[in-house]
């Protein structure tokens, strides 16, 4: 992984897309709100690299839902280089009709237009993305001191000259199957997997 970015969105709001000629497939940001708005199996595929038969989204509500009650409020994203690829992973929160969930996607860029992709080398990455709150997520990519003195230790054994990504990720797991609560307390209180 070469040329690691960090950027948080501030106030980042988008609203579902009325037709597919809205669609601007050259941005990480504009395939999530694509994916979003799909409300045809064509439209579903445009915006992921490996195409499908079927899909669970129910495309006959996307069509009918008011762009006011079904958005993606954009909250975090990685951006790296790996294998000549460019890649990103946003974080999320998907809101539907007053429901609010945590997301996370892993974006990849070919040629000139973004895709959403299924890479199982990201999966424990987008898992951290989607299950920890956004503040705590900016601390550790930044490496800033927190209020949670076991967050902090792992941070501090895990930064040498560049930050340890895999060594951060691994303490966190760890930390999460032992049901430490001082690390749950920086778990995104909308996540999906509670």
């Known amino acids: 992984m070469k040329n690691l970015r960090v950027f948080r969105y501030n106030n980042t709001i988008l609203p579902k897309l009325q037709s597919f000629e809205e669609v601007n497939s050259s941005s990480p940001e504009g395939i999530i709100q694509s ?3 799909a409300s045809s199996m064509k439209w579903y595929n445009y915006n992921i690299e490996v195409k499908r038969k079927g899909s ?19 909250l975090y994203k990685i951006s ?15 809101h539907n009709n ?3 969930m945590s997301y996370s996607e892993v974006m990849k860029k070919i040629g000139s237009r973004w895709f959403i992709v299924s ?13 920890v709150d ?3 997520i900016d601390n550790i990519f930044k490496g800033v001191i927190t209020n949670n003195k076991k967050l902090n230790n792992i941070i501090s054994k895990n930064k040498m000259d560049v930050l340890d990504l895999n060594g951060i990720l691994f303490d966190l797991a760890e930390g999460f199957s032992n049901g430490d609560k001082d690390l749950e307390k920086i ?7 509670k």
């Open 35 to 37: 994916s979003l708005s």
């Open 56 to 74: 669970t989204q129910d495309f006959e509500y996307i069509r009918k839902i008011s762009p006011k009650k079904f958005y993606d409020e954009l």
């Open 80 to 94: 790296f280089e790996t294998n000549g690829f460019e890649y990103a992973i946003i974080k999320y929160y998907f």
């Open 98 to 100: 007053n429901k609010i």
């Open 119 to 131: 890479e199982p080398n990201f999966f424990e990455l987008t898992f951290f993305m989607m299950m």
């Open 134 to 136: 956004v503040n705590y």
């Open 187 to 193: 778990l995104d209180t909308k996540r999906i997997f």
